[in-house]
């Protein structure tokens, strides 16, 4: 289902027209409004005059999220403060927070693309969207909150956290789409389990996933387990919020706004721009927002391009899963590794709960990591034989997977923390010490 046939399918030499106008207006307006972008570009020796088009995209400067924090909290916004008519920040764990900026017009866009991400998963006036994402600071509950409002579905704005809570009210008011992280989805799927509660004898359809990297298997299982279409769902708050890009239901990449964001693959190091198909980091240049434009934001996301046309009929080009982020990426005995693929061996097995966590430490000048793995009730009753067996199978797993060997150790049920939000997977004390 389409929500802007004209502009999710629109012939790639009209976009290209489009995005190129929409350029050279957010280029105008930055070098304009915002001394730091101005400052930028003329230490690169370039004016608004030498941006043409799309074409002249690499002649621009990058802006890194270091780049928001010294100019804390509103150095890059583009338009006074009376203008901007909401404010929303990360939670900034390591350094100050970052803060965005929205003028009327931004929260309007907000809203379409949210609305395009909701109508590709199926949803519409008739759906009953509980919002389990976070409300407040975070984008993720109020993005989704006037998507949802836009396609004129009736909204439970709920937010996240409490888990008992959201059941009762995914059984009582007949939520049909359910849209959280998907490690807060999978914990719902097993408290249901618990309360004795099918999920098909519920009302839900289809769950907007996203926030957070996941595995296909994670789909799969979350799927499985909660008898719903799970779509995939991106976005960063820098850049929009949740709906930059998302899936549709072919499932087979995640369709960027392209009217509003142009994305590009960089290699990481050299910054040097990549073809299409290739993996690397993706950066996207907003072309339509008013309140904090950005150029050449670089996300630190690991994806690739993919501009055929999908099955679904959209043009818009699309970004392969998030594979992880370079900065989540551990390098263990010089070899580098994504939590995302630990969690598809795991999933793949399928012996296991879906609840895992990964330590990695330093034993003398070696990194050694270990993986902790849930196990399901029934095996936790087994012989201690049998859950040896399975912790070989799955160090042997990893090992053929990665070339990596780690120590993995099968837990107690419920022994690993549970997440009502971003899921935190990785606990990397090699530098805590030093
Ligand atoms: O997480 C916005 C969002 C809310 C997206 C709800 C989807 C749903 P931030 O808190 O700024 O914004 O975090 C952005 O989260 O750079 C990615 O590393 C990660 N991320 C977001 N969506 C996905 C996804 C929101 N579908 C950061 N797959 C991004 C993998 C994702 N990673």
Same mark, same amino acid.
């Given at each position: 289902?389409?929500?802007?046939?004209?502009?999710?399918?629109?012939?790639?030499?009209?976009?290209?027209?489009?995005?190129?106008?929409?350029?050279?207006?957010?280029?105008?307006?930055?070098?304009?409004?915002?001394?730091?972008?101005?400052?930028?570009?003329?230490?690169?020796?370039?004016?608004?005059?030498?941006?043409?088009?799309?074409?002249?995209?690499?002649?621009?400067?990058?802006? #890194?999220?270091?780049?928001?924090?010294? =100019?804390?909290?509103?150095?890059?916004?583009?338009?006074?403060?009376?203008?901007?008519?909401?404010? %929303?920040?990360?939670? @900034?764990?390591?350094?100050?927070?970052?803060?965005?900026?929205?003028?009327?017009?931004?929260?309007?866009?907000?809203?379409?693309?949210?609305?395009? =991400?909701?109508?590709?998963?199926?949803?519409?006036?008739?759906?009953? #969207?509980?919002? *389990?994402?976070?409300?407040?600071?975070? =984008? @993720?509950?109020? @993005?989704?909150?006037?998507?949802?409002?836009?396609?004129?579905?009736?909204?439970?704005?709920?937010?996240?956290?409490?888990?008992?809570?959201?059941?009762?009210?995914?059984? +009582?008011?007949?939520?049909?789409?359910?849209?959280?992280?998907?490690?807060?989805?999978?914990?719902?799927?097993?408290?249901?389990?618990? *309360? &004795?509660?099918?999920?098909?004898?519920?009302?839900?359809?289809? $769950?907007?996933?996203?926030?957070?990297?996941?595995? !296909?298997?994670?789909?799969?299982?979350?799927?499985?387990?909660? /008898?719903?279409?799970?779509?995939?769902?991106?976005?960063?708050?820098?850049?929009?919020?949740?709906?930059?890009?998302?899936?549709?239901?072919?499932?087979?990449?995640?369709?960027?706004?392209?009217? %509003?964001?142009?994305?590009?693959?960089?290699?990481?190091?050299?910054?040097?721009?990549?073809?299409?198909?290739?993996?690397?980091?993706? !950066?996207?240049?907003?072309?339509?927002?008013?309140?904090?434009?950005?150029?050449?934001?670089?996300?630190?996301?690991?994806?690739?391009?993919?501009?055929?046309?999908?099955?679904?009929?959209?043009?818009? !080009?699309?970004?392969?899963?998030?594979?992880?982020?370079?900065? +989540?990426?551990?390098?263990?005995? &010089?070899?580098?590794?994504?939590?995302?693929?630990?969690?598809?061996?795991?999933?793949?097995? /399928?012996?296991?709960?879906? %609840?895992?966590?990964?330590?990695?430490?330093? !034993?003398?000048?070696? +990194?050694?990591?270990?993986?902790?793995?849930?196990?399901?009730?029934?095996?936790?009753?087994?012989?201690?034989?049998?859950?040896?067996?399975?912790?070989?199978?799955?160090?042997?797993?990893?090992?053929?997977?990665? @070339?990596?060997?780690?120590?993995?150790?099968?837990?107690?049920?419920?022994?690993?923390?549970?997440?009502? $939000?971003?899921?935190?997977?990785?606990?990397?004390?090699?530098?805590?010490?030093?």
């Amino acid at each position: 289902m389409y929500w802007n046939q004209a502009r999710e399918c629109m012939p790639r030499e009209e976009m290209q027209k489009l995005q190129d106008a929409r350029l050279i207006k957010t280029v105008k307006r930055v070098y304009h409004n915002v001394p730091y972008y101005r400052e930028k570009m003329q230490s690169k020796g370039i004016e608004p005059g030498d941006i043409k088009g799309i074409g002249d995209l690499s002649k621009l400067p990058f802006t #890194i999220k270091q780049d928001l924090r010294d =100019t804390y909290p509103y150095g890059l916004f583009a338009v006074p403060l009376s203008e901007i008519i909401r404010i %929303h920040a990360s939670s @900034g764990t390591t350094g100050k927070q970052t803060v965005v900026g929205y003028t009327r017009k931004d929260i309007d866009t907000w809203a379409e693309i949210m609305a395009r =991400t909701l109508a590709s998963a199926g949803a519409g006036k008739e759906s009953v #969207i509980q919002i *389990a994402y976070g409300y407040g600071l975070f =984008t @993720g509950g109020f @993005g989704a909150h006037y998507g949802a409002e836009r396609i004129g579905a009736s909204v439970i704005p709920i937010s996240g956290g409490n888990t008992k809570r959201q059941m009762q009210i995914m059984k +009582d008011f007949g939520t049909t789409v359910l849209a959280c992280t998907p490690s807060y989805a999978m914990y719902m799927a097993e408290e249901l389990e618990e *309360a &004795g509660i099918d999920p098909s004898s519920l009302k839900l359809k289809s $769950g907007i996933f996203g926030a957070e990297p996941w595995s !296909v298997a994670m789909r799969n299982e979350l799927e499985k387990r909660l /008898g719903i279409l799970a779509i995939d769902i991106y976005g960063l708050s820098e850049v929009m919020g949740p709906g930059v890009a998302s899936e549709c239901p072919c499932k087979c990449g995640l369709h960027v706004q392209e009217d %509003h964001f142009i994305p590009e693959i960089i290699d990481p190091e050299t910054q040097e721009v990549l073809p299409h198909g290739e993996k690397g980091e993706l !950066v996207f240049t907003t072309i339509t927002k008013e309140g904090l434009p950005l150029l050449r934001y670089r996300t630190r996301d690991i994806s690739s391009l993919n501009y055929e046309k999908c099955d679904c009929g959209r043009t818009n !080009v699309r970004i392969s899963r998030i594979s992880g982020r370079t900065d +989540d990426m551990l390098i263990i005995r &010089g070899v580098n590794v994504f939590p995302s693929q630990i969690e598809n061996v795991l999933l793949e097995l /399928g012996d296991t709960a879906p %609840h895992y966590q990964i330590i990695v430490n330093k !034993v003398g000048s070696l +990194d050694v990591m270990e993986i902790w793995v849930e196990m399901t009730q029934a095996l936790f009753s087994d012989e201690v034989r049998r859950i040896e067996d399975l912790e070989k199978k799955i160090r042997k797993e990893i090992e053929n997977t990665l @070339g990596l060997s780690a120590k993995v150790k099968l837990v107690e049920p419920k022994s690993i923390q549970r997440s009502e $939000g971003k899921a935190k997977r990785v606990i990397d004390k090699r530098n805590l010490d030093q």
